[in-house]
């Protein structure tokens, strides 16, 4: 027994793994981000997770009880960025969408319902499996069903800057890979691709003074030199980098009130960054 | 039901055959292939990138961020170049999903529009922030370096710390977004209803957005990672919809800092494209498995791969300013 408890006391007195990876961060706890989520979790969770019991009166244990776990850190990765680089959110909704759920009740809640429920696809689910043509899109496989249809009402200026991007996106894709193509085949003489590998760890306008000759200024260095593959895929980087301001500028004439006061002023915006380096000399070379 | 074939589709599919051909023709017309110096590194960034992408999904971070904080601090290309091809890569993803979204109601312009007017501005000041430490001081790579470790540290905290909610409860609209209208609704298959939606605390948005869109600027980062906590438990905004109008945010702040970048040299077609392409690809491909299988393990491991690339790049930026010699 005594030895148990030396035991349990060196055990407690000696940090775990997942301590000692906790206290490495002890920094950035108290500072913006933290405090902030702490503050908006009382005002919007009604239910807090149950944390278990806490021992007190060890700095470790608070510090412990302040910074996420390691398994907490993985679980709210999950659900929250799904939705990036293209990943269908569909399955995070359908399989957590009861467990918080303060306003918006669904319409059966019967226990064997909802085992059924779990044990069946949802149409997410069944949508993506029979749906790959659509997987490209993040929630793509929820999208044609007919009842999507439904009392749902799409502001104009929403789709007009939905079929802008679009349309940006792909022009501004296919001149990237087009001429991506024809610039790593190495047909244009002025490339010299294997200089650039070993030039690479330059700063950008060092980089392109000893690859190129050329002095990086606004934008005259590629676009005067449109027949460098090179400078074509950086058009093509510029095609998709445009899509705002044509979206806006599309957008404004089907707005009104506050609405397109706020497009104009995002359009100015977008003004000053694209002329920015022709006016002035500011942020490096600009 | 016809098939529809986009054009990206295409034009990647070209671009595979085209190096499937070049690849062949160098095998049977030399017996061999032997491969050039930038060709052996096109082929290891894409299978790189095309690795990040595919785990980017599986791990529910944006694969832009781990390329940025990883490639710092592993790949021998320039801090510019890297944070160019992030930011791009960033920006085709957003606009590949963000249309989509939009289409459907789950983000909308009215919500984005103040957000954007701040932080447009401020990922603008932040892109010749960032590219003037790096090109002005001697070691202005290190600065950014130990800067972007401290943002990748912080963003862990801000990861653990932030629990999400499906639908959070809004009681009233502040008197910002009530004036600006800010409302937004769409169908919710998995409800079969359509879900409606108000939101608040709008002028600390914007201001917390203001700071997002200089780190976005900065790095070169997506921010996705910041911006949906921010749209979910700040302002209210349903979780599925946080993730579509942050799409909608990336799409248009990164844009604007792109800019910033193409002016000053930093998009290099030699890391851009491979980047571009192995990404997009990769997500497509994680995306796909992450509907089957999110196991833990890939989280554990991009957690791990985000905090080592936080120290090492930490660790970089103090040996290259002469505080640590290793």
């Known amino acids: 027994m005594v030895d148990k408890k030396i035991g349990e006391k060196i055990k407690e007195l000696l ?23 702490e503050r908006i979790s009382t005002n919007f969770i009604d239910k807090q997770p149950d944390m278990g019991p806490v021992k007190t009166g060890n700095t470790l244990t608070k510090v412990k009880k302040i910074l996420p776990s390691l398994d907490e850190l993985a679980d709210v990765m999950t659900p929250t960025y799904a939705g990036e ?32 429920k779990e044990l069946l696809p949802s149409m997410d689910e069944l949508a993506d499996v029979m749906a790959p043509t659509y997987a490209g899109e993040a929630l793509a496989p929820t999208t044609d069903s007919p009842a999507l249809n439904l009392d749902v009402k799409i502001e104009p200026i929403n789709r007009i800057f939905a079929d802008v991007m679009r349309a940006m996106c792909n022009i501004g894709l296919v001149v990237i890979f087009l001429f991506g193509a024809l ?27 000893d690859v190129k000759g050329v002095t990086v200024n606004g934008y005259s260095w590629f676009l005067m030199s449109f027949t460098d593959p090179e400078s074509d895929v950086i058009i093509g980087t510029s095609i998709l980098a445009l899509t705002p301001l044509v979206g806006a500028l599309f957008m404004i004439p089907q707005s009104k009130g506050v609405l397109r006061i706020l497009l104009i002023v995002i359009t100015i915006e977008f003004v000053y960054a694209i002329l920015r380096p022709l006016i002035m000399s500011v942020g490096g070379v600009g | ?97 963000a249309p989509h979204f939009t289409k459907k109601g789950l983000s909308s312009m009215k919500v984005v529009a103040p957000l954007v007017v701040v932080s447009t501005i401020f990922s603008v000041v932040g892109g010749i922030v960032g590219l003037w430490v790096s ?20 963003m862990l905290v801000a990861l653990g710390t932030s ?20 409302r937004g609704s769409w169908y919710e298959p998995t409800l079969n209803q359509v879900v409606e939606y108000r939101v608040t605390n709008l002028p600390i948005a914007m201001v917390i957005f203001a700071g997002v869109g200089f780190i976005a600027g900065m790095f070169g980062l997506g921010a996705g990672w910041a911006n949906v906590p921010i749209l979910n438990l700040v302002m209210g905004v349903p979780l599925k919809a946080s ?13 604007a800092s792109l800019w910033v970048y193409l002016a000053n040299g930093a998009v290099l077609p030699l890391i851009v494209v491979p980047t571009v392409l192995g990404i997009g690809i990769g997500s497509r491909i994680g995306s796909r498995l992450a509907v089957r299988t999110k196991p833990k393990v890939i989280k554990y491991l991009v957690i791990g791969l985000i905090g080592i690339s936080a120290i090492v790049n930490i660790l970089q930026g103090l040996m290259g300013i002469g505080w640590i010699n290793i």
């Open chain 1, 15 to 37: 940090p775990s793994m997942d301590e000692l990876a906790d206290v490495m961060a002890p920094t950035y706890a108290g500072e913006a981000l933290a405090p902030l989520s």
């Open chain 2, 243 to 255: 993730v579509a109008t942050s799409m909608l945010i990336l799409a248009i702040n990164d844009s």
């Open chain 1, 183 to 209: 610039y790593f085949t190495g047909l244009y003489p002025g490339d010299n691709l294997n200089l650039e590998v070993m030039k690479w760890n330059e700063p950008a306008t060092m980089f392109w003074k």
């Open chain 2, 135 to 154: 090109n002005t001081f001697p070691q202005g790579s290190s600065y950014v370096k130990i800067s972007l470790g401290v943002v990748l540290l912080l």
């Open chain 2, 1 to 97: 039901m016809g098939t529809k074939i986009s054009i990206p589709v295409v034009a990647i599919v070209t671009l595979i055959l085209v190096l499937c051909g070049v690849i062949f023709w160098g095998i049977f017309a030399g017996g061999h292939l032997t491969l050039l110096l930038w060709q052996k590194w096109a082929i290891l960034i894409f299978l790189f990138t095309l690795v990040i992408g595919v785990i980017g999904p599986l791990s529910g971070v944006g694969g832009g961020v781990i390329f940025v904080g990883l490639g710092m601090a592993i790949l021998p290309f320039h801090v510019d170049f890297i944070r160019g091809a992030g930011l791009v890569a960033a920006l085709t993803t957003s606009l590949n999903s």
């Open chain 2, 163 to 182: 629990k999400n909610v499906e639908y959070p409860k809004v009681k009233k609209n502040d008197k910002l977004s009530e004036i600006l209208g800010i």
């Open chain 1, 85 to 116: 680089a293209l990943a269908p959110l569909s399955e995070r909704i359908s399989v957590n969408f009861t467990d918080k759920q303060p306003d918006i009740q669904p319409a059966r809640v019967d226990g064997v319902g909802e085992k059924v």
